[in-house]
């Protein structure tokens, strides 16, 4: 994998993460604690799930691209 | 000396070899565990939550307390994930995800991916992939 389509891999999976995480405030406003924490666990088990199966498959390719996420992060909060 | 005293004591001093190399190894590792230990911060002396508490056992500060959007932070979660982790007691995946997760419920803009980075870090802390 080169490093172009590994940086697009992280993009991709922070905006799927993102995607998921944009849910939780529907889900705590509109469902009951339980049914809200039943659901949260799932989005977090699914943005695990992308981290582990595409960022670290990444980065384990291209370490470097970890401090390129870190500096995007620090400068403009997002990946895009 | 007879052939089979010859044999024992070969066989003794070859026993207490193995038995010094096997000690050898048990203190490298207590002396290893000993440095991850401090390096992790480990308090013995540390308060505990009673037993029968929903978390009973785990470390807890002796004041004040965290909630899920407010006074959680990062730096909080993952030293106690590492902390536990590097103790010894391997945290199965759920409880990982219990401890990690307020993380994303964090006040923050919208548009933003530090929740989501910071849970990744948790997790694999936890998980004790980066460690």
């Avoid at chain 1, 705590?28 to 960022?55: F, M, V």
């Avoid at chain 2, 004591?9 to 193995?18: D, E, F, Q, T, Y």
């Avoid at chain 2, 982790?85 to 964090?106: I, K, N, T, V």
Wanted: hydrophobic share 40%; aromatic share 6%; with cysteine.
């Amino acid at each position: 994998m080169n490093s172009q389509l590994a940086w697009e891999m992280i993009r991709v999976s922070f905006r799927a993460s993102r995607e998921l995480q944009d849910l939780l405030p529907q889900l705590r406003d509109q469902c009951s604690p339980e049914e809200y924490k039943d659901c949260a666990h799932g989005i977090a088990r699914a943005i695990h799930g992308i981290n582990t199966a595409l960022i670290d498959k990444a980065l384990a390719s291209h370490p470097e691209l970890e401090s390129r996420i870190e500096s995007e992060l620090a400068e403009v909060g997002r990946i895009d | 000396m007879k052939a089979s005293e010859a044999s024992w004591l070969v066989s003794a001093k070859l026993r207490n070899i193995n038995w010094h190399m096997r000690a050898a190894v048990v203190e490298e590792k207590l002396h290893k565990l000993g440095r991850v230990l401090v390096k992790a911060g480990f308090e013995p002396n540390q308060p505990r939550v009673p037993a029968g508490n929903p978390d009973g056992g785990q470390w807890t500060s002796t004041g004040g307390s965290s909630n899920a959007t407010g006074s959680t932070t990062l730096d909080k979660i993952v030293t106690l994930a590492r902390r536990i982790a590097s103790a010894g007691s391997l945290l199965d995946y759920q409880r990982c995800l219990d401890l990690c997760y307020p993380l994303l419920e964090r006040p923050q803009h919208p548009a933003s991916d530090g929740n989501m980075w910071d849970f990744h870090r948790c997790m694999n802390a936890c998980l004790k992939l980066n460690l």
